[in-house]
């Protein structure tokens, strides 16, 4: 068997229990990474380490509580192992409009999707390697102007335009930084999402994405391996879309 593309490294991903998460785990350790996984929840996490199989660890965590990152970084540093690889992956959040959103769904949102991905990175610096690759996982949706989104789809954007700060501020250390965008994604979230609408809303949706139809999140994690490895070495703080077109045209 050849040499996998992360041989040898440690990945951490956050919400990778579950949908791009859990895909990405799988691709990493498919690739010979070792990785780490957090969630929210011990039986997520368990489920999750059992579909894996091998080279992981799972912490249980929300990315959203400084206090659980902190967590998740004392148990990587507690077996003596410096991060290659960084996917802030975790994100979310509820619908609703301008006229109604309360101060606690904005929040709880915005606290997840991108104080969490900010405060995950930062939290991981002393235990970075130099010459570490981050991908964020932002999404179309930041480009987006989908109504009952909103605190979304500008929490997304902001983690696409910290990726191009984050490039700037750890250049000195060769850590590249980049933002991994899906569009429409087969998830259990993409399925929560369609609701009773279920595969009419997947027809529609076809219509209007060139490659007809939407994503699977292998295509995502084969993106974020990419962003991960030794092939992306000459790009940092750029924006790799992964939506079969649907935004680019």
């Known amino acids: 068997m050849g040499a996998g593309q992360l041989d040898g490294k440690v990945a951490v991903i956050t919400g990778g229990t579950a949908g791009i998460g859990l895909a990405i785990a799988k691709r990493f350790v498919a690739e010979g990474a070792y990785v780490f996984i957090t969630g929210r929840g ?21 990315a959203a509580v400084l206090a659980d990152l902190d967590r998740l970084y004392a148990v990587i540093a507690a077996q003596r192992r410096g991060i290659d690889v960084l996917v802030a992956n975790a994100g979310g959040g509820g619908t609703a409009g301008i006229a109604d959103i309360t101060p606690e769904q904005f929040d709880a949102t915005a606290a997840l999707t991108f104080r969490g991905t900010y405060f995950t990175v930062q939290r991981a610096l002393p235990l970075l390697n ?91 994690a084969s993106a974020a391996l990419f962003l991960a490895s030794a092939e992306s070495s000459f790009i940092a703080g750029a924006e790799l879309v992964v939506d079969g077109g649907m935004s680019q045209v």
């Open 42 to 62: 011990q039986p997520r996490l368990d489920a999750a380490i059992g579909e894996i199989g091998r080279s992981v660890t799972g912490v249980p965590g929300d």
């Open 130 to 220: 130099d010459g570490a690759a981050i991908v964020l996982i932002a999404s179309i949706a930041a480009g987006n102007g989908t109504a009952r989104h909103g605190i979304y789809n500008a929490s997304k954007a902001a983690v696409r335009s910290l990726a191009r700060t984050l490039t700037l501020e750890l250049k000195g250390r060769g850590i590249r930084v980049n933002a991994l965008s899906p569009g429409p994604t087969d998830t259990q979230g993409f399925a929560s999402f369609a609701g009773e609408r279920g595969e009419e809303f997947r027809a529609q949706l076809a219509t209007v994405i060139p490659v007809g139809r939407i994503g699977r999140p292998e295509e995502v």
